[in-house]
């Protein structure tokens, strides 16, 4: 089991940009895909991206493409969301997630039960 620790979330305003970042405490981080998931008040969880653990195939829910961008820096075990011109519908509380080696296939990442470990989540509210 590998522990993902977020952090970046705030209260900003339509319009500011944010950067998330998420701690994976492991040495064979580099072998990992990962993902960030994120769930609105209300609502179930749902995909936000993903990224292989080569660092390419990257993939983005329609609803953030050309917004939001993820990273992942094997050597410092941790992943990113950056995020631009964010709007009232991104306020959620967003997960990192890993799915470590035997990997799930490039056609599942879009799904959470692909992932075997999640982080607690951190905050993100957008006030209009």
């Known amino acids: 089991q590998v522990q993902l620790v977020e952090s970046g979330g705030g209260l900003v305003q339509t319009g500011a940009s944010l950067r998330l970042s998420c701690l994976a405490s492991?040495?064979?981080?580099?072998?990992?895909?990962m993902a960030w998931f994120r769930q609105p008040p209300g609502k179930e969880r749902e995909f936000v991206a993903s990224?292989?653990?080569?660092?390419?195939?990257?993939d983005y829910a329609d609803s953030v493409r050309g917004r939001f961008t993820i990273s992942k820096d094997n050597a410092k075990t941790s992943v990113y969301l950056e995020m631009n011109n964010l709007s009232f519908e991104d306020t959620a509380v967003y997960f990192c997630?890993?799915?470590?080696?035997?990997?799930?296939?490039?056609?599942?990442?879009?799904?959470?039960?692909?992932?075997?470990?999640w982080g607690q989540g951190t905050q993100v509210t957008v006030s209009s």
């Open positions: 990224v292989r653990w080569s660092g390419t195939n990257i």
């Open positions: 997630a890993a799915d470590r080696p035997p990997l799930r296939a490039m056609s599942a990442n879009r799904q959470a039960a692909s992932y075997d470990d």
């Open positions: 492991s040495t064979t981080f580099s072998t990992y895909n």
